[in-house]
């Protein structure tokens, strides 16, 4: 890789760790990029960039919130960063992409595909999308929300689709008593669909997997599970009801830590675009202000505060669009 490219990769990981919620994440960060011999958004870029031309790919993203309340509460961080990597796959790699969320959580994440340039069909259409390249295209499918259904689901999926590629951000795994929980310690596991099962399926078999978390609870944060328990609020043994932290427990072949997801995601197509020179696969500051307001038009909350509004994590619409014109900056003399 040349030089100027390596150390523009470095400068899209700098940017995206910073902690400005003040979270703990910059030692996640510190302990995942230990991991790696290059800048954690440069090996995602290079892992989607290797998905062979029309290849298959399982995606995930989308948290069910306030599960407790209601299983149709999902949460602004995720949705939007998925679709700009997933968008850049397609254009890049042809890709035929499967995105797995919850049912209840599928009309907002259409909405969200959609405005990022994505027109959501069934598989077949999109395994067809895929073998001509005629348009951009994306797949999304409910799946099961019990330990049993997810287990046999999970292999089940992996047989039919075969997928070269795993996908994840802002995705909640278990912590190792089986718990899913949410960044305050609290139960969160009812009405959510047991993703991570398809992950650790995908490991055991040898299928690449790539993650992106902010906070210690998501699919990939086995990686760093030391880091959380020493950096995380709730993150240690016995921090919460059942005896465990909030740790996921399901570890990915290559993790990406960010402040927020959506900028992990955003500094990922950045690092793509920057690889290819191809400046479409690029995430806008534009398309991120697009996708704020969609997803606020479809109810999906900020989390930190409960709320529906273009706000992410508790951080203002304006500083993440601050963060997709600085990726934007970063690459700029990489793109023609």
Not at 31 to 51: H, I, N, P, Y
Not at 60 to 87: H, K, M
Not at 134 to 140: D, E, F, G
């Amino acid at each position: 890789m040349p030089a100027d490219l390596f150390a523009t990769l470095d400068r899209l990981d700098r940017l995206i760790a910073l902690d400005v919620g003040n979270r703990g994440i910059e030692p996640l960060y510190t302990a995942a990029r230990a991991q790696s011999t290059e800048a954690l958004t440069g090996k995602a870029a290079q892992m989607l960039l290797d998905v062979p031309q029309g290849g298959r790919v399982i995606a995930t993203t989308g948290s069910v919130s306030r599960a407790w309340i209601s299983g149709a509460i999902g949460e602004n961080d995720g949705p939007s960063g998925a679709a700009a990597v997933i968008r850049a796959l397609v254009l890049a790699r042809r890709a035929m992409i499967v995105v797995l969320i919850e049912e209840a959580l599928i009309p907002a994440m259409s909405r969200v595909l959609e405005a990022a340039g994505l027109s959501v069909v069934d598989r077949p259409a999109a395994r067809r999308a895929a073998e001509d390249g005629s348009m951009a295209c994306v797949a999304l499918e409910p799946f099961p929300l019990t330990d049993e259904e997810g287990s046999e689901a999970a292999e089940a999926i992996l047989d039919d689709i075969k997928p070269e590629l795993l996908f994840s951000t802002e995705r909640a795994g278990r912590n190792e008593k089986g718990i899913y929980y949410n960044m305050r310690g609290r139960d969160y596991g009812m009405e959510r669909a047991r993703i991570d099962m398809v992950f650790d399926a995908a490991l055991v078999r040898g299928i690449p997997t790539l993650a992106v978390g902010d906070g210690g609870n998501e699919i990939g944060m086995g990686n760093v599970a030391e880091a959380v328990a020493r950096s995380i609020p709730f993150g240690a043994p016995g921090d919460c009801p059942c005896g465990g932290g909030i740790g996921a427990v399901s570890c990915t072949s290559h993790l990406v830590v960010a402040g927020v997801s959506n900028w992990g995601c955003t500094a990922i197509a950045a690092a793509m675009a920057a690889v290819t020179g191809d400046k479409r696969l690029l995430h806008s500051p534009e398309a991120e202000d697009r996708l704020l307001e969609v997803m606020t038009a479809e109810g999906l909350i900020n989390s930190a505060h409960g709320i529906i509004d273009p706000h992410v994590d508790g951080l203002p619409k304006s500083t993440h669009i601050a963060v997709a014109e600085m990726a934007r900056s970063i690459i700029a003399p990489h793109l023609p």
